[in-house]
């Protein structure tokens, strides 16, 4: 199905924090990846949760599991490739990834560390992976942004509504793990936030109790070739599966 003439097609998922990551939901979204064939793929933040150097109580059994978490993320960004195989795959860094160079600023004596970064670690060059920094956000034609997002407000499109006003522009975040949408019409014209939900597991988070209000989701945007016309297409994922085009996918 990738690209309708004139038609480029991205797919946004979020807050995936590896180890943390639901397999289930994954594997629903891996084959619809396959019938749906993506232009691009951006993996907009929080990838690895890196539990381990935050600066929040931590689980003492998971400390020494740094390596291993790592190295969980790398299968996983090889499996998205193999679902993705001739995708352009954007990975922007989120606030858990800045965990890392945070980490770094206050322990200098590994700052000099050549391989101690985000695109060494999780092996981006093996996967021709892009990158994208915290404060570097994709912007379609100065019209739509994609970025993880740094606002976290209470209520599903609270946050929408705040990123968008920060912007003035129609974009998508992610951070918050809700799925939502916040429309706005005013004198420079109609604008949409997208809050993108999230692909971890809602449940068993070491941070977590209960049940959070979170959503598993992702979106898909069509961005029109020469044209700042878009369309987004946001696909709840409920009990690990969906429908998309009648088919069911997962569960």
């Not at 740094?66 to 679902?83: A, M, N, S």
């Not at 860094?93 to 101690?116: I, M, Q, T, V």
């Not at 019409?185 to 604008?191: C, E, N, S």
Request: proline share 4%; charged share 25%; aromatic share 14%.
């Amino acid at each position: 199905m990738t690209s309708t003439i004139g038609v480029e097609t991205h797919i946004v998922i979020n807050d995936i924090h590896v180890p943390f990551h639901d397999k289930e939901v994954f594997e629903a979204f891996f084959q619809f990846c396959k019938d749906f064939k993506p232009d691009v793929v951006h993996i907009n933040g929080d990838f690895i949760d890196f539990p381990q150097i935050s600066k929040y109580d931590k689980d003492p059994n998971r400390l020494l599991q740094l390596q291993d978490d790592i190295d969980i993320g790398v299968e996983l960004l090889e499996e998205i490739r193999k679902y993705n195989p001739k995708a352009k795959i954007i990975f922007h860094d989120g606030n858990h990834e800045a965990r890392l160079y945070k980490y770094k600023w206050s322990h200098p004596e590994l700052a000099r560390l050549r391989d101690f970064c985000v695109p060494k670690l999780l092996q981006f060059e093996r996967f021709d992976i892009s990158y994208l920094k915290y404060d570097q956000p994709f912007i379609w034609k100065k019209t739509f942004v994609i970025t993880h997002g740094s606002v976290a407000r209470k209520h599903s499109a609270y946050s929408a509504k705040a990123e968008l006003e920060n912007w003035g522009l129609s974009g998508m975040s992610g951070h918050t793990h809700r799925l939502s949408a916040h429309y706005k019409t005013d004198r420079a014209g109609q604008r949409v936030w997208f809050e993108n939900g999230c692909m971890c597991m809602k449940e068993k988070v070491d941070y977590m109790n209960g049940t959070p209000n979170w959503q598993h989701g992702f979106s898909i945007i069509f961005f029109k070739k020469n044209s700042k016309r878009f369309y987004v297409q946001q696909v709840p994922i409920v009990d690990k599966g969906f429908i998309f085009n009648n088919k069911q996918y997962g569960k």
